[in-house]
């Protein structure tokens, strides 16, 4: 596996599920093997890829128990493959606490797939706990969407002092990719202060075109589908595909002068 890169914010909805979905699709279109990895026990990414959270016999929760090896609970949906959540990653989540080395369970279950794969995405909860630790820790990466509204960056400060800890403990060499700057209104000048204030303040990277809000983001998990998929020539989307080619720039899928796929062919 080429690259791992977390997609995390301790805030939630701010797209980490929505990234993680489309940024896979479009890397997937690139010809590049993808695994996604829902770390949430919400398990949305799950759920918007038509999968059933409840209904499934097994899910990360137990990978990361150590019942069952990652391959065997790996699901190829479209072009990707998932391995999925359910509600009982909670559960996981404070079984972990009382487990020697719990920072790197999932690093160790993804070992076994790191030749299977070009390319992890890791959807992390919208919380600062063991399972982002968890995600944090196996990533090479970690890009930070950034909901284009005056509190959401609040929390950015507190997410890099926890990127700052794994570097110490558990990750050195993990490497902060940047911002995406998501649900952006191009209308006016509010967003554009938010992205300029972050980058200001901490200094941070934004990564491809700011992605704006429309009402085919939300349309798109009914449908099992990402936005590549969905509205392909959507603004969206295209925010997307371009943010697919830098991405893959920076974890070394590519050559930096990879083009980005023409929208009437992705």
Known sequence: ?????????????????????????????????VLLVDLDPQACLTYSLGLDPEGRGTSLHDVLAGRTPAERVAVRVGGVTVLPASIELAATEVGLLNRTGREYALARALEPLRGSFDVALLDCP??????TINGLTAADAVAVPLQCETLSHRGVGQ???????????TQPDLEV???????????????????ADVRERYGLDVIGPPIPRSVRFAESPAAARSIIEHAPTSPGAIAYREIAQRVAVRLGLEPAVAAVPDIRTA
Do not use: C, W, Y
């Open 126 to 131: 919208p919380s600062l706990g063991i399972l």
């Open 177 to 195: 990719l940047g911002v995406l700057a998501t649900m952006f209104d191009g209308r006016t000048r509010h967003g554009r202060e938010v992205v």
């Open 1 to 33: 596996m080429a690259g791992i890169l977390a997609i995390a914010n301790q805030k939630g909805g701010v797209g980490k599920t929505t990234t993680v979905h489309a940024l896979g699709t479009a890397l997937a279109v690139r010809g590049h093997r």
């Open 159 to 169: 997410l890099l002092e926890t990127i700052a800890d794994v570097r110490a403990f």
